[in-house]
């Protein structure tokens, strides 16, 4: 076709489509490419804030208990079989990292304790805690293995719903399969991820973990701190490990925090203590 030539009606129908199918043409809200520009964070983070909060009003759930703890954790009968292939490895001398790989099975069978600790404190808080009318103190995890996953196990236990809020990272991080389908979520935005764990909160019960662990321990403990947010029981699950690990008391000693910021916190080993120290605090 020449310019200013009347287009035939097959060359007409051949430039329509041509602009039908151009990038351009896309519904804004359902163009990924626009979404994922840098300019458009903050849509990403409105849809971050909306997806998960919706889903949550659609399936009347009304308060949460956050579980964190480390994704290393296993199981007590997994524990076991690697502790076994370790000194099957330690036994035929062949290995020369076989002494430390034992070390560390070791220390991965007394650590399988609080999977087991996590699952039973979420069997026991799901089976009593949700119905037909209202979701309360549902379980929401990370959504990964170790302690997020038998946290999210012990609510599947008991047939009750229970939250996974994944997190793209560099290394693959898959949800464990015992979150609720519908409130499994995938969170590009650590800060939205945190948001979300907070804003149904009624207590947050933290295990042995590593940095994760660490990093939303200190941000809840700075909003509560701060008052930013209602005080909420923040219950340390094994106190041997913390002691270890943090000196509050030191901190307090030192002037860097005061003394009633250690009070924030509670110490619990079993999942009744746990559960104990939640319906103490909420008590009338």
Known sequence: MMNGDKPTAGERQALQQRLMESPAYVLAGRDLDLLDRPELRPVRLQLELLKPELAQQAH?????IVVYGSAR????DEAARRLAAAEAQVAAGTDPTAAQQLKRARMQLEQSHYYEVAREFSRLVSACSQNDAACDYVIVTGGGPGIMEAGNRGAYD????SLGFNIQLPFEQRPN????????FDFRYFAMRKMHFLMRAKALVAFPGGFGTLDELFETLTLVQTRKVPRVPIIMVGKAFWDGIINFPAMADAGVISPEDVELLSWAETAQEIWALIQAFYAP
Do not use: R
Request: with cysteine; net charge positive; glycine share 4%.
């Open 60 to 64: 009347k759930i009304h308060s949460t």
């Open 73 to 76: 954790t296993l199981p007590a």
């Open 158 to 161: 008991v047939g009750a719903k």
């Open 177 to 184: 399969p015992y979150i609720t389908p519908e409130l499994c």
